[in-house]
Nanobody, 119 residues
Framework: QVQLVESGGGLAQTGESLTLSCVAP???????MGWYRRQIPGGERDLVA????????NYVNSVKDRFPISRDNAKTTFYLRMNNLKPEYSAIYYC?????????????WGRGIQVTVSS
């Protein structure tokens, strides 16, 4: 299975910042990527932010202007800068990549990164 690599989560205090990173596997061409979160164990993953290949970005309203999404010039590493964190942002965050792997349409998910914000 094609596996991307996530990093950057952990424990933060209210008001602090964290940056999540997602590295696409070699051979993967990303058409669009998204950061999702699961706040309730066993619950659904909800979209946080999505970035398309043409640079278009969509955010959930609760994080707009707070969690900028970005990528490197090679379009292989993607970031979510989580600013001014609050306890309600605690969740497992997932990277999702949708594109082509060795020119075959492919979608893959990361294993998730725990983000815990203390008050």
């Amino acid at each position: 299975q094609v596996q991307l690599v996530e990093s950057g989560g952990g424990l933060a205090q209210t008001g602090e910042s964290l940056t999540l990173s997602c590295v696409a596997p070699e051979g993967f061409t990303v058409d669009q990527m998204g950061w999702y979160r699961r706040q309730i164990p066993g619950g659904e993953r909800d979209l946080v932010a999505k970035l398309t290949s043409d640079g278009s970005v969509n955010y959930v309203n609760s994080v707009k202007d707070r969690f900028p999404i970005s990528r490197d010039n090679a379009k292989t590493t993607f970031y979510l800068r989580m600013n001014n964190l609050k306890p309600e942002y605690s969740a497992i965050y997932y990277c999702n990549l949708d594109g082509w792997y060795d020119w075959v349409p492919y979608e893959t998910w990361g294993r998730g990164i725990q983000v815990t914000v203390s008050s």
